[in-house]
């Protein structure tokens, strides 16, 4: 695997790359690389001939009071989680290398980034299609894995992509679970003592808006109700949402639809981390 730390140098063996008619996967990371990550990473290595996982903590998606400092950082540990699941390239850019200057160019997409994650963290995202964008441009056309672990980030992804032509084919991996049913996180590791064990109730709670939808519920509030419901009995976790959504526009769904495919998509806080988690139900009948 080679290792490069410059935005030219990257650019220009991706361009080698392609000039050898051979096909980029990109994945994008922040780092503190998991078996969610190396599972796009393994995929992009079916799918590619080359692929290429960024490492970068990048400061324009982590609001003032969010942990930007304590984010994990393990680049030599990364480096060999990222060439043991078959990445070729790795880029781990600098701050300065990526921001030379104040960022005045931003891309934003605020029918998708003003709802959910980003009611909360109203910066976020905007942060995240920024740098992404950036990295597109860098790496150049390619096929780009994310996760649907991130839902909505995937969905304002696929957006900036197809909205602004760029020559990236977005494609969706499943989310990666701990045992329990915990979806991995590079944030998990704040989970201290029962917070763990408590965890999962995000997890357990869409499971059975699923099941109820399964069974027959067509009332997107009565299914919200009843994942709320079990996410409130928990005493450590602390319901930030949970949805019945389309999931192209994340609006929320009031009646379900025979043959409808949904995305239940959840946010609570357990103790230091907020978790996220989503599942997607095709309505049956
Ligand atoms: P991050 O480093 O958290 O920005 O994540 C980088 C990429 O890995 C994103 O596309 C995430 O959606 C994806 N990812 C993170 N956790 C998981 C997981 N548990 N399963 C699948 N993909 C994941």
New binding site residues.
């Given amino acids: 695997m080679e290792r490069f730390d410059t935005v030219d140098g990257f650019r220009s063996a991706m361009d080698g790359v392609r000039s050898r008619t051979q096909v980029v996967g990109l994945?994008?990371?922040?780092?503190?690389?998991?078996?969610?990550?190396r599972?796009?990473i393994r995929r992009a290595a079916q799918d590619c001939d080359a692929v290429a996982v960024t490492?970068f903590v990048n400061p324009l998606q982590f609001a003032p009071d969010e942990d930007f400092e304590a984010y994990p950082r393990e680049l030599e540990r990364d480096a060999a989680s990222a060439a043991s699941s078959g990445a070729t390239h790795l880029f781990a850019p600098s701050q300065q290398e990526m921001y030379p200057a104040p960022v005045l160019t931003e891309v934003r997409v605020p029918a998708l980034a003003g709802l959910l994650e980003g009611a909360a963290r109203p910066e976020h995202f905007g942060g995240?299609a920024t740098v992404v964008t950036k990295l597109f441009a860098i790496a150049g056309p390619c096929r780009a894995?994310?996760?649907?672990?991130?839902?909505q980030?995937?969905a304002i992804?696929r957006r900036v992509a197809a909205d602004l032509s760029l020559p990236v084919e977005v494609v969706a991996?499943?989310?990666?679970?701990e045992l329990d049913g915990l979806?991995?996180?590079?944030?998990n590791v704040y989970l201290e003592g029962d917070e763990r064990e408590a965890a999962v109730v995000l997890h357990r709670a869409l499971q059975a808006g699923a099941a109820a939808i399964v069974a027959g519920e067509r009332d997107g509030e009565s299914v919200c109700s009843l994942m709320a419901s079990i996410i409130e009995a928990e005493p450590r976790a602390k319901l930030d949402y949970v949805t019945v959504a389309d999931p192209g526009s994340l609006s929320p769904l009031d009646r379900l639809e025979p043959g409808q495919a949904v995305r239940l998509l959840g946010a609570a806080q357990v103790g230091r981390p907020r978790l996220l988690d989503n599942l997607g139900v095709v309505v049956p009948g």
């Fill in positions: 994945v994008p990371t922040l780092g503190a690389l998991h078996e969610g990550h599972s796009l490492v995240v894995y994310f996760g649907e672990k991130d839902f980030q995937l992804v991996c499943p989310t990666v679970r979806a991995m996180s590079s944030r």
